[in-house]
């Protein structure tokens, strides 16, 4: 198994940073490996830790007295330069566990009321997001949503259109659209259950 040699601290800014590592590979081979991380210091990263704490989380969101639209977010993202079809989301603010953070995230970025379901922890406790390049991870939460839209609560460095998708319009974007890859998979979810139980697959098997 390969081995961590040593941790260097690259940046110090709010909300990501970098981390270069020296490692070991399984053969003894030296090498240089690169980290970005939500974590202000070396001591709080997940590999320093060992704890899979989550930075952040995501928000599955059913619209409508019928539960038939999905709530997403056209949000402009600087990575790709232009715009992605994503879930609402955010980070998890200190002292706050992941369904509040899930319940005020959906009300900053969208203006509506989250109501969360209960969820078995396989399907909600954290997962990493993007492992080859950064120890981030987020839980979700998933629920109905209500209330009136509002962009009231979005920050100024955020660029974000609110859309409730039918069926219809999940495929097209699909087809046609950037999507983030967490989103993706839920919609092809939302695409295939039954429209009385869009949640069957929370309904972990006894």
């Known amino acids: 198994m390969g081995k961590i040699l040593n941790i260097t601290k690259i940046t110090n800014n709010r909300f990501l940073n970098m981390y270069d590592l020296d490692v070991e590979d399984k053969n003894g081979g030296k090498h240089a490996y690169h980290v970005a991380s939500r974590a202000q210091r070396k001591e709080d990263l997940k590999l320093s830790t060992g704890k899979n704490k989550p930075d952040g989380v995501i928000i599955y969101a059913l619209y409508g007295e019928k539960r038939d639209r999905v709530v997403l977010i056209r949000q402009y993202r600087y990575s790709i330069g232009t715009y992605i079809y994503e879930f609402p989301a955010g980070l998890v603010d200190t002292g706050e566990d992941f369904q509040t953070a899930g319940i005020r995230e959906l009300r900053e970025e969208t203006g509506l009321t989250l109501h969360p379901l209960e969820a078995d922890p396989m399907y909600s406790r954290p997962y990493f997001t993007t492992i080859g390049m950064t120890d981030e991870s987020c839980a979700a939460v998933f629920g109905w949503a209500d209330g009136e839209i509002s962009s009231k609560g979005q920050e100024e460095t955020e660029e974000i259109e609110v859309v409730l998708a039918d069926r219809t319009e999940i495929a097209r974007i ?27 697959f929370l309904n972990r098997p006894k």
């Open 174 to 200: 699909l087809k046609e659209e950037n999507v983030s890859l967490m989103c993706a998979y839920m919609m092809m979810h939302f695409l295939h259950e039954a429209p009385e139980n869009p949640f069957a």
